[in-house]
């Protein structure tokens, strides 16, 4: 197989999949963005909606990688875990888009879902990432290398997974 036939480069397909992440940050940012904001808000602002793009980007990544391109070995525990870490911002976001008029983070049912589904899936990636890199030989541990790019760039959020926490506060203030 050619190196490109492996997952390890970037397609037209991630990148539309890629786009969906800003599209869901839009969404969750939107109201806050609205409000009056320092200069200081506006860089918290920013800073936020990249790291919830990014993280809302792994569920369609992970479909769109897991139903068109039929890759050996796919997926893997990076996938699997920026897969469901950026769960939560997609449901709430379509929490938020249902709620018309009201301000959703006052709404219960979009407060409790998100801090919920945010503080499950934290715990979750925190006992994968313990238990796969932390528990075992450091042998085992390195692994990693000659994996797709999604593998890699999915255990970033997981490994940074009170970063979640942290803008999961910064969207419900």
């Given at each position: 197989?050619?190196r490109s036939?492996q997952?390890?480069d970037?397609n037209?397909?991630?990148g539309v999949?890629?786009v969906?992440?800003?599209?869901?940050?839009?969404?969750?940012?939107?109201r806050?963005?609205?409000?009056?904001?320092?200069p200081t808000?506006w860089i918290?602002?920013w800073?936020?909606?990249?790291c919830?793009?990014?993280t809302?980007?792994?569920?369609f990544?992970?479909?769109?990688?897991l139903?068109?391109?039929?890759l050996?070995?796919?997926?893997r525990?990076g996938?699997?875990?920026?897969?469901?870490?950026?769960?939560p911002?997609?449901?709430?976001?379509?929490?938020?888009?249902?709620?018309?008029?009201?301000?959703?983070?006052?709404?219960?049912?979009?407060?409790?879902?998100?801090?919920?589904?945010?503080?499950?899936?934290c715990l979750?990636?925190?006992?994968?990432?313990?238990?796969?890199?932390?528990?075992?030989?450091p042998e085992?541990?390195?692994?990693?290398?000659?994996?797709?790019?999604?593998n890699?760039v999915?255990?970033i959020?997981a490994?940074?997974?009170?970063?979640?926490?942290?803008?999961?506060?910064?969207?419900l203030?």
């Amino acid at each position: 197989m050619e190196r490109s036939d492996q997952g390890r480069d970037i397609n037209v397909l991630d990148g539309v999949a890629l786009v969906m992440g800003p599209a869901i940050a839009s969404v969750q940012m939107l109201r806050v963005i609205r409000s009056g904001l320092s200069p200081t808000g506006w860089i918290m602002v920013w800073l936020t909606f990249s790291c919830v793009a990014l993280t809302a980007a792994g569920p369609f990544i992970f479909l769109a990688r897991l139903y068109s391109r039929r890759l050996p070995g796919y997926p893997r525990i990076g996938d699997w875990l920026w897969a469901l870490l950026g769960l939560p911002w997609v449901i709430t976001a379509i929490i938020e888009s249902v709620v018309p008029g009201e301000d959703p983070r006052h709404t219960p049912l979009f407060a409790t879902t998100l801090t919920i589904s945010l503080a499950l899936s934290c715990l979750v990636a925190l006992v994968v990432v313990w238990g796969t890199w932390v528990m075992v030989p450091p042998e085992q541990a390195a692994r990693i290398e000659g994996a797709p790019w999604t593998n890699r760039v999915g255990l970033i959020p997981a490994i940074a997974w009170p970063i979640q926490c942290g803008l999961g506060l910064v969207v419900l203030s």
